[in-house]
């Protein structure tokens, strides 16, 4: 991809998430995460209705009159954002493909942490940690892991998330909100998992395409796993077959869905071709009536 087509392609989706961010989905996430605890903010005088527990006894002893400590929340948090560039990404029948659907969930997440003054830093990772952008501040910070997510070229094509995970829970010693974005079509995580959920805010978005879930029939067709490169030819005609693949992926999904819970992880479903910001408000929505 040339510079100028990265750019205009950077450009488009800033105006895009950046506008959804703005306007949709920035009220809903501050007050869907909250902020690290209460922070003195000023004192006072007591006014009727005060709890008389804030009362500053220091301060109401020198002016002979009753003053209070005045506390707000503390708002700056630390956004990680897990991203899976393995080859199954490359995928996608409907419009999109699951990594173009990343990249966009990304920026719209980015755009909304820092419209909360949150620090936004990110992982790429396949079978190995791709790369690491340890978390920070502003706009040029955020276009450029939207230029990351764009132009990323990972070196492998596997996937292995508890590996990710893993390294995730070694870089992040302070608790942080973190954003899986997955197919997650992986080697099993549910132990790492299990740890990062004790310690931080999880939540895992699952990129899917509905096609992955049924076969078409089209007779015989050479299929190629995007992150083996193996080929095999499958006979789609076949009913047998394809109540088989239909099983097989739904015993999948099922586990999942199981998973994310028993870890303590929250879980929003997306699929390519269809409208994310839906999702993605009930799942803020809910999470608000939660606290």
Not at 113 to 125: E, S, T
Request: hydrophobic share 35%; glycine share 4%; aromatic share 10%.
């Amino acid at each position: 991809m040339s510079t100028t087509s990265l750019l205009k392609k950077v450009r488009k989706i800033e105006i895009k998430t950046r506008g959804l961010s703005n306007h949709i989905f920035a009220g809903e996430y501050h007050t869907a995460f909250k902020g690290r605890g209460m922070a003195f903010s000023e004192v006072r005088e007591y006014q009727a209705g005060d709890d008389v527990r804030s009362i500053d006894w220091n301060v109401t002893a020198r002016y002979n009159t009753p003053f209070i400590k005045v506390f707000e929340e503390e708002r700056e948090m630390t956004v990680m954002l897990l991203v899976d560039v393995s080859g199954s990404g490359n995928f996608g029948t409907n419009k999109q493909f699951k990594r173009e659907i990343a990249t966009e969930l990304s920026a719209i997440l980015a755009f909304s942490a820092i419209k909360n003054n949150d620090k936004v830093g990110v992982i790429f990772f396949s079978d190995i940690i791709e790369e690491f952008i340890p978390p920070k501040k502003g706009k040029s910070h955020i276009l450029r892991i939207i230029r990351q997510v764009l132009s990323f070229k990972p070196k492998n094509s596997k996937t292995d998330i508890a590996q990710a995970i893993e390294y995730f829970n070694n870089v992040m010693k302070k608790r942080c909100i973190c954003f899986m974005l997955s197919d997650y079509i992986s080697p099993s995580f549910e132990k790492p998992l299990k740890i990062a959920s004790k310690k931080h805010d999880i939540v895992a978005l699952k990129i899917s395409d509905q096609r992955e879930m049924e076969l078409p029939d089209l007779g015989l067709v050479p299929f190629r796993d995007a992150e083996t490169g193996e080929v095999s030819l499958i006979d789609t005609s076949s009913k047998a077959i394809r109540d088989l693949f239909f099983k097989n992926q739904e015993n999948k999904n099922q586990e999942l869905q199981k998973l994310f819970p028993k870890c303590g992880v929250d879980v929003i479903d997306i699929y390519t071709g269809e409208d994310y910001v839906k999702p993605l408000i009930n799942f803020f929505k809910n999470r608000e009536k939660r606290r």
